[in-house]
């Protein structure tokens, strides 16, 4: 019997994770489990890699991505029904700073989406797939994380939490055949960030990105900036002094 890889993906009706799944979708036949929070969003989704590979199976998994005993509840469901060989964790949220630095409230929500849920999601998993002896782990972070920046600092601050995280776990599982992959896009033409296009802000097609991230997936890469040029744009961004660092309205 042919070995089908088990690919658990978790904010799977994000454009990034639609456009990853279509990848893995190519000339093989995947077990998928897609998991989101809208039941309608989730199917469509669902049809659209049936269509592409008809001998793919694909399980859809409503859940609640806040709160640790939801997630728990979600991922012991998920590794219930055997070893996961791939998952990436790609949900998230680009809301407003200016909102988020009026309304605690909402500050808190963006912390938590991009922030703390997918790093429950992680650890709930990377235990799983400790003991199953391997997989692999990928988290979306972003090239916000690197430097706290005035125009977007709460998703930043998230995002930079996601680092962390996944440099602990690398540290973690390093020797062993569990492998963790950090993820940094940078502004990727997404719904989600709609509203910064409509403003003249320069995206990466989001096709583009799916690539770069399944590719790094696939090598098992610690940390792939996607695309590439984001590596040298952040590390200049990284190091420059603080006096400079202040004037630049960014």
């Not at 002896?133 to 430097?147: C, F, K, N, P, Q």
């Not at 962390?164 to 940094?184: D, E, N, P």
């Not at 590596?231 to 200049?236: A, E, G, H, L, T």
Request: hydrophobic share 50%; proline share 4%.
């Amino acid at each position: 019997m042919q070995y089908r890889k088990r690919i658990v993906i978790i904010g799977a009706t994000s454009a990034m994770a639609t456009h990853c799944a279509r990848l893995w979708a190519q000339g093989q036949a995947p077990d998928f489990t897609l998991i989101g929070r809208d039941a309608e969003r989730l199917e469509r989704v669902a049809a659209d890699l049936r269509a592409r590979s008809h001998g793919a199976r694909v399980t859809t998994v409503v859940a609640d991505f806040l709160g640790a005993a939801n997630i728990a509840r979600a991922v012991d469901a998920i590794v219930a029904e055997g070893p996961v060989d791939i998952a990436l964790i790609a949900h998230g949220s680009l809301g407003d700073q200016a909102t988020s630095q009026q309304d605690l409230a909402f500050c808190e929500a963006e912390l938590e989406v991009n922030g703390i849920s997918p790093v429950l999601f992680a650890e709930a998993l990377a235990s799983h797939m400790e003991r199953a002896g391997r997989g692999t782990l990928a988290l979306i972070g972003s090239v916000a994380g690197d430097r706290g920046r005035k125009s977007n600092y709460v998703y930043g601050a998230a995002k930079g939490l996601v680092a962390r995280y996944a440099q602990g776990l690398q540290h973690r599982f390093a020797g062993t055949a569990v492998k963790v992959v950090l993820i940094k896009p940078g502004p990727t033409d997404t719904p989600m960030t709609s509203h910064l296009k409509a403003h003249g802000a320069k995206m990466a097609p989001v096709e583009d990105v799916a690539r770069g991230i399944v590719a790094a997936i696939d090598r098992g890469r610690p940390v792939a900036y996607v695309p590439p040029v984001w590596r040298v744009i952040m590390m200049v961004i990284r190091h420059l002094p603080v006096v400079v660092f202040n004037k630049l309205n960014i």
